[in-house]
């Protein structure tokens, strides 16, 4: 069965700013998802300004990766979804965070730090270097990726050190930049995607599509199981030496 994924964008540039809907005129959810159906996934869109966000209960039960892409209304997102989904996360599910989410509630949540970052908009050439060429996420990929302009992020980025950087970024101003990060929380996994800035068509890019293709395979979740580790107290699989016959 194909992993089912389930595309977030606040969906607020796209209807206010002429130059980004001539970019992304369904929205940059509709340009992702529509990618990674062609991948092969099963793939549904949620928007902010739905009820629940578009991510009640019964979506995220049904969903193995979730790819979240804010940037100008993360404080607009309630919080009982942000718990939603970060319980989700620590139970199994997936979940992809593109650009500027390293300052969304999800983010923040999981992680337990700021994402803070600096950052500069000149319409600079950015290059993508494969840093972990054996990560599934590297799968089929060159030894870099350029992108011919893009916004800038720079170091220090405030964020747990990462089980793996599969991307590290140059950009023309001299910067650099951990682009492609991997965490576990619970039994999810979560990875972090720079690129994205929505004046920019980098959604539209092949290659970008198939970095996003092969996080979702690498995301999904191993296990059918989906439930949040948990404190329990268990009865011990062996005898105790000096318990037996104790009547407490």
């Given at each position: 069965?194909?992993?089912?994924?389930?595309?977030?964008?606040e969906?607020?540039h796209e209807?206010?700013?002429?130059?980004v809907?001539?970019?992304?005129?369904?929205?940059?959810?509709?340009?992702?998802?529509d990618?990674?159906?062609?991948h092969?996934?099963e793939?549904?869109?949620?928007?902010?300004?739905?009820?629940?966000?578009?991510?009640?209960?019964?979506?995220?039960?049904?969903?193995?990766?979730?790819v979240?892409?804010?940037?100008?209304?993360?404080d607009?997102?309630?919080?009982?979804?942000?718990?939603?989904?970060?319980?989700?996360?620590?139970?199994?599910?997936?979940?992809?965070?593109?650009h500027?989410?390293?300052l969304?509630?999800?983010?923040?949540a999981?992680l337990?730090?700021?994402?803070?970052l600096?950052w500069?908009?000149?319409?600079?050439?950015?290059?993508l270097?494969?840093t972990?060429p054996g990560h599934?996420?590297?799968?089929?990929?060159?030894d870099?990726l350029?992108?011919?302009?893009?916004?800038?992020y720079?170091?220090?980025?405030?964020v747990?050190t990462?089980e793996?950087v599969?991307?590290?970024s140059?950009f023309?101003?001299?910067?650099?930049?951990r682009?492609?990060?991997?965490?576990?929380?619970?039994?999810?996994?979560?990875?972090?995607f720079?690129?994205?800035?929505?004046?920019?068509?980098?959604?539209h890019?092949?290659?970008v599509q198939q970095?996003l293709a092969?996080?979702v395979?690498?995301a999904t979740?191993v296990?059918?199981?989906r439930?949040p580790?948990s404190?329990r107290n268990?009865e011990p699989?062996?005898?105790?030496?000096?318990?037996?016959?104790?009547d407490g």
């Amino acid at each position: 069965m194909p992993s089912t994924v389930t595309v977030w964008n606040e969906f607020v540039h796209e209807r206010d700013d002429e130059a980004v809907a001539e970019l992304y005129p369904d929205g940059i959810h509709r340009t992702i998802a529509d990618a990674l159906d062609e991948h092969g996934f099963e793939t549904r869109t949620a928007t902010l300004g739905e009820e629940e966000h578009g991510l009640p209960e019964s979506v995220l039960a049904d969903t193995d990766v979730l790819v979240w892409w804010g940037h100008i209304a993360h404080d607009a997102v309630d919080d009982r979804v942000v718990e939603r989904v970060a319980d989700h996360v620590r139970g199994g599910m997936g979940i992809l965070f593109l650009h500027s989410a390293t300052l969304s509630k999800p983010f923040r949540a999981l992680l337990g730090t700021t994402g803070s970052l600096f950052w500069r908009e000149a319409d600079e050439r950015e290059r993508l270097w494969v840093t972990d060429p054996g990560h599934p996420i590297a799968a089929g990929l060159d030894d870099c990726l350029e992108l011919p302009e893009t916004e800038m992020y720079g170091e220090p980025f405030d964020v747990p050190t990462p089980e793996s950087v599969v991307f590290t970024s140059w950009f023309e101003g001299g910067e650099v930049f951990r682009s492609g990060c991997c965490w576990r929380r619970g039994r999810g996994r979560v990875f972090f995607f720079r690129p994205g800035h929505e004046t920019h068509p980098i959604y539209h890019d092949s290659t970008v599509q198939q970095v996003l293709a092969n996080a979702v395979e690498w995301a999904t979740p191993v296990s059918d199981e989906r439930r949040p580790p948990s404190v329990r107290n268990v009865e011990p699989r062996e005898d105790i030496e000096g318990n037996e016959g104790d009547d407490g």
